[in-house]
C-alpha cells in the first residue's frame, strides 16, 4: 500500500510540475520566437485566420492540379488564436493527468498508455473518496455505449467521458493539486473561446471537404508541444468524420517528443475501435531549441528526447508500429517524412519483411525540395510513392526555414558532397559514353 501510494504521490507532483507547460507566457503565447524551422503566423484577429484559410484552399487546389494523389499541408495555429490552443490543450492534459493520477492509486504508475487500465469499482471508490461524484452517479458515466464492457477503463474510455461532458448530471470536477479543491475542468472556457472552437471547427470542416472533392490527402503539420494536445484532438475529431473510407486527413507525429510512441499507440487503437482509417506523417521535429529554452525558463520537464540516437529510437518505434498495423488491417497509411538515409532503408526493409508492396500505397515517402535528391528520384524510379514538400513565401521566411533543415539533419554536409560526387561521377559517365544530355 505504501508503495502505491508514494507512486501516485510522485505521479501528482510530478503533474503539477509538467501543466506550467500549458501556462500563458508573455513570450511563448502568440509569439512563435526562436523559431526558424517552420513558418510562424501571428495571430491578428479571426479574419486573418478566414483569410489564411482561403490560402490553404488554394493550396489544395494547386496541389489537386500537379499531381495525382497529392498531399497539401496546413497549421492550425493559422486558424485559430494560439492562446486558444494553449488553453485548450491545458485542460486535455489536466484530465489525462487526472487519468494517470487514478492509475498511480491503482499501481499501474508510468504503465504505457494501452497497458493502462483502471478497475472500475475502485475508480468509483476514488471519486467517491474525492467528492466528485458518488458511487450511483458514477455507475452512469461508466455504462454508455463507447465506454469498455470489461470491468474497466483505458484512456481512450476515459477520454470519451470528456467528449460527452454535457450529457453527464454534472460538470465534471477534478482536484487542484495546489489548493486540495474540486473545481469545474473547463472553468477557463469563456463564452468567446467555445465560439473559437466553433471557428476553428468550420474553417478545418471547410479544407477537409475541399480536399475530399480535389482528391488531395490533408496533412495537419505538428507544432509546439504546448499546442499539440489540442491540435492533435481537432485533427482526431476531423479523421472520425473524413476518414471513414479512406485516409484523407493525415495528423503528424514528431518522434522528438519523449510521448510520441503513447501518442501514435493511443490514436491508431481509437481508429480501430471506431473503424476509420488512420493516416500519419512521421517527423521528427522542428522546435527543439524552443522547446527547450521554454521548458528551463518555466520550470518543467524538456518534452524532447535527450539524445539524437534515442529521438531515431522513437521513429524506427512508432513507424515499425504504424507498419505493422498496415499488414494486418490495411486501414492505415504513413508518409515517412526524412531526410535520413538509414530511416529510409529501415523502411524498405520493413516492408520486404512485413510483405508491404510499393504499389499498394499505404506507404510513401516525403523530402524537401531541392533537398536529399539522391533518396528521392531512386525511390520514385522504384515505384514507391514520393513526394517533394514544397516550401512557398517571401524569401526571407523560406530561406531560415531551408537552414534550420540544414540544422535539424545531421551530417547535411556530408550527403550534399555525396550528391555532388554522384552527380560529378554520372556527368563523367555520360562524357565518356557520349551521350551527355540523354
Given amino acids: 500500500l505504501s508503495s502505491r501510494t ?22 511563448f503565447g502568440d509569439h512563435h520566437g526562436g523559431v526558424t524551422g517552420a513558418h510562424s503566423y501571428f495571430y491578428a484577429d479571426e479574419a486573418k485566420c ?6 490553404f484552399v488554394r493550396c489544395i487546389d494547386a496541389s489537386s492540379g500537379s499531381s495525382e494523389d497529392g498531399f497539401s499541408a496546413i497549421k492550425l495555429t493559422a486558424l485559430a488564436r494560439p492562446q486558444f490552443l494553449v488553453r485548450f490543450s491545458e485542460v486535455l492534459v489536466k484530465w489525462r493527468k487526472f487519468f494517470n493520477q487514478m492509475a498511480a492509486e491503482q499501481g499501474q504508475a508510468g504503465w504505457a498508455v494501452l497497458d493502462t487500465k483502471l478497475e472500475v469499482e475502485k475508480l468509483q471508490e476514488a471519486l467517491a473518496n474525492l467528492g466528485i461524484a458518488s458511487k450511483a452517479e458514477s455507475q452512469q458515466w461508466f455504462t454508455g455505449e463507447n ?30 493539486r495546489m489548493t486540495g479543491q474540486l473545481e469545474p475542468l473547463l472553468s477557463r472556457f469563456s463564452e468567446e473561446e467555445e465560439l473559437q472552437m466553433k471557428r476553428v471547427l468550420q474553417r478545418v470542416d471547410v479544407l477537409a471537404k475541399r480536399a475530399m472533392e480535389k482528391g488531395v490527402r490533408l496533412m495537419v503539420d505538428a507544432e509546439q508541444s504546448y499546442f499539440q494536445p489540442a491540435i492533435s484532438r481537432l485533427t482526431v475529431e476531423t479523421q472520425r468524420r473524413f476518414n471513414r473510407s479512406q485516409p484523407i486527413i493525415y495528423n503528424t507525429y514528431q518522434c522528438y517528443l519523449k510521448e510520441a510512441y503513447n501518442n501514435v499507440t493511443g490514436d491508431m487503437e481509437l481508429s480501430r475501435r471506431e473503424g476509420w482509417h488512420f493516416g500519419t506523417k512521421l517527423v521528427r521535429g522542428a522546435y527543439m531549441e524552443q522547446e527547450r529554452e521554454r521548458a528551463a525558463q ?6 524532447i528526447n535527450p539524445t539524437y540516437e534515442k529521438t531515431n529510437e522513437m521513429y524506427h518505434r512508432c513507424l515499425d508500429y504504424v507498419l ?8 492505415a497509411s504513413v508518409m515517412v517524412a526524412s531526410h535520413n538515409e538509414d530511416t529510409v532503408k529501415f523502411t524498405l526493409r520493413r516492408m520486404m519483411e512485413l510483405g508491404i508492396h510499393p504499389s499498394d500505397k499505404k506507404v ?12 528521392t ?31 535539424e539533419n545531421r551530417g547535411f554536409m556530408q550527403r550534399a558532397n555525396r ?18 544530355f540523354s
Fill in 147 to 176: 465506454l469498455s464492457t470489461s470491468g474497466t477503463v483505458d484512456l481512450l474510455d476515459w477520454n470519451s467521458l470528456f467528449d460527452n461532458h454535457t450529457k453527464l448530471s454534472r460538470p465534471l470536477l477534478i482536484p487542484n
Fill in 419 to 436: 550528391e555532388r560526387d554522384l552527380l560529378w561521377k554520372e556527368v563523367k559517365r555520360r562524357l565518356l559514353a557520349g551521350n551527355l
Fill in 6 to 27: 508514494s507512486a501516485a504521490e510522485k505521479e501528482m507532483g510530478g503533474a503539477e510540475k509538467r501543466e506550467k507547460k500549458y501556462r500563458a507566457h508573455q513570450v
Fill in 324 to 331: 505493422e498495423e498496415i499488414t494486418h488491417s490495411r486501414k
Fill in 364 to 375: 510513401c515517402f516525403g523530402q524537401l525540395l531541392g533537398m536529399c535528391d539522391q533518396i
Fill in 377 to 407: 528520384f531512386p525511390l520514385g524510379q522504384a515505384g514507391f510513392p514520393v513526394y517533394k514538400y514544397v516550401p512557398y513565401g517571401p524569401v526571407n521566411e523560406v530561406l531560415p526555414y531551408l537552414s534550420r533543415r540544414a540544422q
Fill in 50 to 55: 478566414d483569410q489564411h484559410m482561403e490560402t
Fill in 298 to 303: 518555466m520550470g518543467y520537464e524538456d518534452p
